[in-house]
């Protein structure tokens, strides 16, 4: 068996010149590979970091489309509410509250008196309400059958106050006083 030594002192020049190239690799992976994959680790966690940003961006695009959209059709509805469902004007509301609620009366077999018609522009200013009061005479299933009409029927009637009272005889008929409202656009009461 051959010694190391000797084997080195043989192989002198080879095995020196392999130290040197295992030193300048080392060398070149400490000074050149290092620092490209400590490179490579940044801009792949920039990419992930842009990544991310580009698909909250997305995200809050799609969001303000989405808010946009709504706000479109809300607009939309909202105009298709004081168009189709609200009167269209004070002469208007005063016939939905005046006489279509005396209509209903009749229909429900009661009796009105004291129909009192007012209006007031409501806080904002863009709707003006239109109030009834009235008093209306019946018994109680006919009372039911009236309010009932009132909150069911197509007019955009709002119950605001209902006061039920009776007098000492029994065999007269119960006495609701109602304050119904209605709203329309300000500014078209033509």
Request: charge should be positive; hydrophobic fraction near 45%.
């Amino acid at each position: 068996m051959v010694s190391a030594s000797r084997l080195f002192a043989d192989r002198r020049l080879l095995v020196v010149t392999l130290a040197v190239l295992a030193a300048a690799n080392l060398l070149v992976l400490a000074l050149v590979l290092g620092p490209l994959g400590a490179r490579v680790q940044t801009l792949t966690q920039r990419a992930t970091v842009a990544s991310l940003g580009a698909t909250t961006a997305a995200r809050d695009l799609e969001t303000a489309r989405l808010t946009a959209s709504g706000t479109q059709r809300a607009s939309t509805d909202l105009d298709r509410f004081y168009r189709e469902i609200l009167p269209a004007n004070q002469p208007a509301a005063r016939q939905v509250t005046f006489l279509r609620m005396a209509q209903v009366a009749r229909e429900a077999s009661l009796t009105y008196d004291r129909r009192a018609f007012a209006q007031e522009a409501v806080e904002k200013g863009v709707l003006t309400r239109a109030t009834l009061t009235t008093s209306v005479f019946g018994d109680y299933r006919k009372l039911r059958d009236f309010l009932y009409r009132v909150e069911t029927g197509p007019e955009f009637v709002v119950i605001r106050q209902v006061s039920v009272g009776q007098s000492d005889d029994p065999a007269e008929p119960l006495e609701a006083t109602l304050v119904l409202a209605t709203y329309y656009k300000a500014g078209d009461d033509r």
